[in-house]
């Protein structure tokens, strides 16, 4: 017996996980409905959506296999199973994120959002922004980017014809220039890159930046065999600009909900930094 107020074994953990993964799939069963899937409508049925042995023939397994991963039981279960099933229960990208999530499973899919276009309204959203600000993909090439970013980067992107922060800080002689203490910041990006890469390091857009880069770049190819890996933090990022002189800001980078393979990353005025804080708390001491 599990003593009171000790947290739950691995085996419980896992078996609430395996039940939440039953009860997602009876949910999202119950709202397909059948003539979208082909199957006729007049069908008497007891309970809305589709029967269990439908979902398993519409993905190609055993109806009792179906009936076991509903059931919560521990079985294995592919990628490209779990892949046919969000296909068929017609789940969001939410819910297909959630089903993986809870399955522990990679989905096939993951990576490949790069093929679309960014959600419309996005890059409008960038060029609302008063701070520098851009939107990387998983390769860091530049999506979007407003007009104070160019100024600060001193008309990078728009002089490259495929703008990568990576070939900027790695292979532009202006980087070196304009990033204060570059060769402690090119350490760090590898080691961010490399946190970002490693769920796409088999693909080719990825692999190919990699190749270049190694073979370009002796810094980058330096650090990449340290195989350091770290998140892609905020914290201070100065400048040595050749108009404005010394800038420093602190960076904030958001993962983007619509689309996981890409961040918001904005650079704040250092020196505004807290200042709405510390206006409230004078504010406050007056009142």
């Not at 006729?40 to 042995?53: C, D, F, Q, W, Y």
């Not at 993951?110 to 390769?139: F, K, M, N, Q, T």
């Not at 996981?260 to 804080?277: E, R, Y």
Request: include cysteine; charge should be neutral.
């Amino acid at each position: 017996m599990q003593a009171k107020g000790a947290p739950p074994s691995a085996d419980q953990v896992n078996s609430a996980r395996r039940k939440a993964l039953g009860d997602f799939l009876r949910s999202a069963r119950a709202r397909v409905q059948p003539e979208t899937m082909g199957l006729p409508a007049g069908v008497r049925r007891r309970t809305p959506g589709l029967r269990r042995e439908e979902v398993a023939q519409l993905c190609s397994i055993s109806v009792t296999w179906y009936t076991w991963i509903e059931q919560g039981r521990d079985v294995s279960v592919s990628p490209s199973v779990w892949a046919r099933l969000a296909s068929v229960l017609a789940l969001s990208r939410a819910e297909r994120h959630y089903l993986f999530e809870l399955a522990e499973c990679t989905d096939p899919e993951h990576g490949r959002e790069h093929a679309h276009p960014l959600p419309e309204g996005l890059a409008d959203c960038v060029h609302s922004i008063i701070a520098p600000a851009y939107i990387l993909d998983r390769c860091w090439n530049v999506l979007a980017r407003n007009e104070a970013l160019l100024h600060l980067f001193d008309g990078w992107p728009d002089r490259d014809a495929r703008p990568n922060l990576l070939r900027y800080i790695f292979l532009d002689p202006a980087a070196r220039q304009l990033v204060v203490d570059w060769d402690q910041r090119a350490s760090r990006v590898v080691a961010e890159f490399r946190a970002d890469a490693a769920a796409h390091a088999d693909e080719p857009d990825v692999r190919a930046l990699l190749d270049e880069l190694l073979q370009s770049s002796p810094v980058f190819a330096h650090w990449w065999t340290r195989h350091a890996v770290v998140d892609r933090e905020g914290g201070l990022r100065e400048f040595q600009h050749p108009v404005s002189g010394a800038l420093s800001y602190q960076q904030i980078t958001f993962r983007l909900a619509t689309r996981p393979d890409c961040k918001l990353v904005m650079l704040l005025d250092n020196g505004t930094i807290g200042s709405s804080s510390d206006s409230s708390r004078d504010r406050t001491s007056r009142i």
